[in-house]
């Protein structure tokens, strides 16, 4: 199946991720698959409780929102060839 990754109540594939990404940067980039180390964890659950106990902080974002203002930031700092 691959990696999980959780975002907030969502989880999704490390494949999902690399493949929306793909998508919203009109990339023509190739995946490449390779084995996992023997001791990964093939799950994640991500666990903001500290953040938000410490900084008062939590995700306000979905993370195809973030991606995509993540992506206009690039767009607008990085120079195109």
């Not at 938000?52 to 973030?66: F, R």
């Amino acid at each position: 199946m691959g990696l999980l990754i959780q975002e907030t109540l969502n989880e999704f594939t490390i494949l999902e991720l690399v493949e929306k990404v793909i998508e919203m940067t009109g990339s023509k980039s190739k995946i490449i698959f390779k084995l996992l180390p023997v001791d990964d964890t093939m799950q994640r659950k991500s666990d903001n409780s500290l953040a938000k106990v410490k900084l008062n902080w939590e995700p306000k974002v979905q993370l195809v929102e973030g991606q995509g203002k993540t992506i206009t930031y690039f767009k607008s700092v990085v120079p195109r060839d």
